[in-house]
């Protein structure tokens, strides 16, 4: 089976490398890399010889605006995987467009276009799918949910030493709405007497600087930002870990996905606290291989208490983790799942 990769996207990009890792271990499947940072390459003799080429022709995250467009140049199975909704992303996680205004139209066709001229579009979990279902309408789309998943050999055989004076509680992530940075802040408000703890967040983005302004507004000394690292270098940090944190938002967003950081955390067996979603329960299991709380700083404060003082319990829930993961959502699972779904386009 031979797999096309198309569309203006990043291989080093978490979700694409994972699969792209997962595929050419495989022997019956031939990847075909070909990016384009423009429609017009969709029209060149080189792209003609690639599209005639391939059996399934993939559009990976982000690349919405490629997907109309390529269907217009071949009849070829398509397969999209958005990863994210322009229009949920923009109208209700940023909050930036007005849901009534013309601009959050145009955002929700931004994305039921392309939804709706792919063969199979795919989502992260099962509640992303309903979402997608459900608001643009695509009772008749075909769609497969392909989790994340994580590349286990990257996170696996790192151990870190360190001294057990303090109980190191860590995030990483960008500072979007999505990831609830500020619940956490106000965590470590509940925790600033306990000098045992202390909170490293590690990323930036669209809320760090207010973030920033938060804990030096209230003398938050038990947390320290590092701001961003390279992919190559999360492991590592990972690693220094006793405790994971993982997404805390309030928005609807925050309860369809499960984002790379759970699985990282997962694959680098520590324990994980993270918001109480659908879409977590469709993976892990609360208490066994992750420990889901409700959404306030008073209830993410007592878990990191409960586990700060329980090492036992830590390394217990952070194996579980990873072997969940390692069996059934590394690079070599992906890749397995994802060529199920597209021999259901191609019947080989």
């Not at 490398?17 to 022997?27: A, E, F, N, P, T």
Request: proline share 5%; hydrophobic share 40%.
């Amino acid at each position: 089976m031979k797999i096309l990769f198309t569309g203006d996207y990043d291989p080093e990009y978490n979700r694409i490398q994972i699969l792209l890792h997962g595929l050419k271990m495989r022997s019956d499947v031939s990847v075909i890399e070909f990016p384009v940072k423009s429609v017009k390459e969709f029209y060149t003799e080189l792209f003609e010889n690639q599209i005639n080429s391939c059996d399934i022709v993939f559009l990976p995250s982000f690349t919405h605006k490629f997907v109309k467009p390529l269907r217009k140049r071949t009849r070829k199975p398509i397969i999209f995987d958005p990863l994210i909704s322009k229009y949920l992303t923009k109208v209700f996680d940023y909050k930036q467009v007005w849901r009534y205004s013309p601009r959050a139209l145009k955002n929700y066709f931004k994305d039921k276009i392309p939804f709706r001229n792919c063969d199979i579009l795919l989502a992260d979990t099962e509640a992303h799918k309903q979402y997608y279902r459900k608001t643009f309408g695509l009772k008749n789309q075909r769609i497969e949910v392909l989790p994340i998943g994580v590349d286990t050999d990257e996170f696996s055989t790192l151990n870190y030493s360190k001294p057990k004076d303090y109980v190191h509680i860590g995030f990483y992530g960008g500072f979007i709405p999505l990831q609830g940075t500020r619940h956490i802040l106000d965590a470590a408000k509940l925790l600033k007497s306990n000098t045992k703890i202390q909170i490293t967040l590690i990323g930036t983005g669209y809320e760090w600087e207010d973030a920033k302004d938060y804990a030096k507004l209230h003398d938050l000394s038990n947390v320290s930002f590092s701001g961003w690292v390279k992919q190559t270098e999360l492991p590592a940090k990972i690693a220094e870990f006793d405790i994971c944190l993982g997404i805390f938002g309030d928005s609807l967003k925050a309860d369809l996905v499960v984002p790379n950081k759970v699985f990282h955390y997962a694959a680098a067996r520590k324990p994980i606290i993270t918001k109480d979603t659908p879409a977590m329960r469709e993976i892990f299991t609360h208490d066994k291989d992750i420990f889901l709380v409700q959404n306030s700083p008073k209830a993410i404060a007592e878990a990191i208490l409960h586990f700060a003082e329980n090492s036992k319990r830590c390394s217990d829930l952070g194996q579980n983790a990873f072997d969940l993961v390692n069996q059934n959502f590394n690079h070599t699972a992906i890749a397995e799942r994802f060529v199920r779904i597209c021999k259901l386009l191609t019947f080989l």
